[in-house]
Every structure is written in C-alpha cells, then in structure tokens.
Nanobody, 116 residues
Framework: VQLVESGGGLVQPGESLRLSCAAS????????MRWHRQAPGKERELVGT????????NYADSVKGRFTISRDNAKNTVYLQMNSLKLEDTAVYYC??????????WGRGTQVTVSS
C-alpha cells in the first residue's frame, strides 16, 4: 500500500506545475484524497481535499483560485494543478488517502521550489 507523488520541480513565479499522486496496493476511489505541504521551518498545511467522487473540492485560502485538485479513479491517480505559483508555494507536497476507521496513507512527498 503506497502513494507516490511526482511532478515537482523548480519553476519561476507565475508558472505552473501539475503534481500526480499514484496509488498502488489499494484503490483510491473509496478514499477522500488530500494534498498537504510543508515549507522549511513551518508546520504542515492542508492544501486541499477532494471527495471520492471528485464532485466536491475544498482549498486553503492561500491557494484558492490558483490550485485545482482532480482525480482519475480509473488510473488510481490524483492530481494537483498549480497555477500562478508564488515564492511562498515552495514546499514539499504530500498526498494523503483518508478513509474512516482506516489509517491514513501518506506519500513520501515531492519538492516544489518557486524561485526567480
């Protein structure tokens, strides 16, 4: 059972990145999926959440209007589209699978660095 994030990298302010989170060993379709991030010296922050069907998403105020979470249950993958990236978006981004009465499943994270 694991989640593997990919797609991170170094970009300039204003650019875009799309992160992917691929699951193996379990089916994400029955899990609410979240993206978290942690910047150096800061606490981990919830970026956003997507429900099992993908019909409902919620975002932190800091990313609302710029980030979009989506999921492709057929590919067992969740995405985080990040547009208009800012310096303060620099962090390690983690995806998390959440389901009642089961332990959360965390990925190892992918580094996103926004720098001019």
């Amino acid at each position: 059972v694991q989640l593997v994030e990919s797609g991170g990298g170094l970009v300039q302010p204003g650019e875009s990145l799309r992160l992917s989170c691929a699951a193996s060993g379990f089916t994400v379709s029955s899990y609410t999926m979240r993206w978290h991030r942690q910047a150096p010296g800061k606490e981990r922050e919830l970026v956003g959440t997507i429900t099992t069907t993908g019909l409902t998403t919620n975002y932190a105020d800091s990313v609302k209007g710029r980030f979009t979470i989506s999921r492709d249950n057929a590919k067992n993958t969740v995405y985080l589209q990040m547009n208009s990236l800012k310096l303060e978006d620099t962090a390690v981004y983690y995806c998390v699978a959440v389901r009642s009465f089961l332990p959360n499943v965390w990925g190892r994270g992918t580094q996103v660095t926004v720098s001019s």
